[in-house]
């Protein structure tokens, strides 16, 4: 059986996570699930990859949220184990060592936008919405909808989202702070792999602990949080690419990085 998530290279360690579930908006399905996390792990092991696009096969949905078609067929265990489920499977995405960039192709509703808000960035299409509307249907979000959209867009943005299950378009998402690019629908891909190799062609080794460091210090104090870069950035000090970074700045060329 082909797998719900593909994984595959769209630039010079530039690497395209696509979920393919185009008929159903790309609903996480407890099988989709599955793959996401299995895909997830592997990109873990693959020190190759350097960023990571997320989006979602077709041009109408990056991911509607959970299946609710398989989900009416639950017992209230089962729902509450689902959710689980995604909130778990979203850490995983949100785990990932490297940079992770949501790439919002269309529609994110629910357990899809949490999952974008798992993303490091989000680069957004302008004829895309994105919404938590979960408590148009009596549940709230689930999957860490209430926590990072609100580090992310502040405490009464967030409650506006939540409370009223509005849906935003681009310019408002852009606007709040929710997304940090946004693009005609037409220009979207390019761009977005042009910021990842962007980002791709820097050091590798940098790159993972400046991720390491910001995530690791955005909650703790101020004193804590310098500790926690000191240490990143010492893990920086005796790699190749640090003198190929010094030896190319010298010879007035590009450096070739290899995450050494």
Known sequence: MPSLV?????????YLLMLKRPEAANALSIRLLDDLAEKAEEIKRRPEIRVVLIT???????????????????SDDEVIQTVRKIGDTIRLVEEIPVPTIGLLNGVAF???????LACDLRIMSTSAKVGLTETSLAIIPGAGGTQRLTKLIGLGKAKAMIYSA????ADRAHKLGLVEYIHEPQFLMQEAKDFASTIARNGPVAIRQAKKAIN????AKLEDGL??????????????????????????????????
Do not use: W
């Not at 990056?62 to 398989?70: S, W």
């Not at 690791?216 to 909650?219: L, P």
């Open 166 to 169: 509005k849906a935003v378009e």
């Open 110 to 116: 629910g357990g899809g936008l949490e999952l974008a």
């Open 216 to 219: 690791e210090g955005f909650d």
């Open 56 to 74: 979602g096969e077709g041009n109408k949905a990056f991911c509607a949220g959970a299946d609710l078609k398989e989900r009416s067929t639950m």
């Open 6 to 14: 593909s994984l595959e290279e769209v630039e010079p360690h530039v």
């Open 227 to 260: 500790k926690i870069e000191r240490a990143c950035y010492e893990k920086t000090i005796p790699t190749s690419d640090r003198i190929e970074g010094l030896q190319a700045f010298k010879e007035k060329r590009k450096p070739e990085y290899k995450g050494e």
